[in-house]
Nanobody, 124 residues
Framework: EVQLVESGGGSVQAGGSLRLSCAVS????????MAWFRQAPGKEREGVVC???????YSADSVKGRFTISRDNAKNTLYLQMNSLKPEDTAMYYC??????????????????WGQGTQVTVSS
């Protein structure tokens, strides 16, 4: 069974940094389409950053220049480096993967594997 487990969330002050991890098992992260999503209470899930199996990455406008997605293939782990955090970044962050495509996408409905989420809270 494919499992994605996020970690690294917490509370930080605006302007600070945080690094999220997504440990993947039962699935090979390298060469796969993976992404980070977030969802705040009362709001819809939104795509943050994605990475294709070919190394292409794409970020939502709200996080461009601040968030970076990366992979450690040896550890089969996906990362999200978040810098210059803002209060509006506060949300539950989810790691996701899909088995049917290698391409990069921020459409949450196209992903079939999900982690349990890790909370990120940014205070002003």
């Amino acid at each position: 069974e494919v499992q994605l487990v996020e970690s690294g969330g917490g509370s930080v002050q605006a302007g600070g940094s945080l690094r999220l991890s997504c440990a993947v098992s039962g699935y090979t992260a390298s060469g796969a389409s993976m992404a980070w999503f977030r969802q705040a209470p009362g709001k819809e899930r939104e795509g943050v950053v994605c990475g294709s199996g070919a190394g292409y990455t794409y970020s939502a406008d709200s996080v461009k220049g601040r968030f970076t997605i990366s992979r450690d293939n040896a550890k089969n782990t996906l990362y999200l480096q978040m810098n210059s955090l803002k209060p509006e970044d506060t949300a539950m962050y989810y790691c996701a993967a899909r088995s049917w495509s290698w391409s990069c996408s921020l459409g949450y409905n196209t992903y079939n594997y999900w982690g349990q989420g890790t909370q990120v809270t940014v205070s002003s």
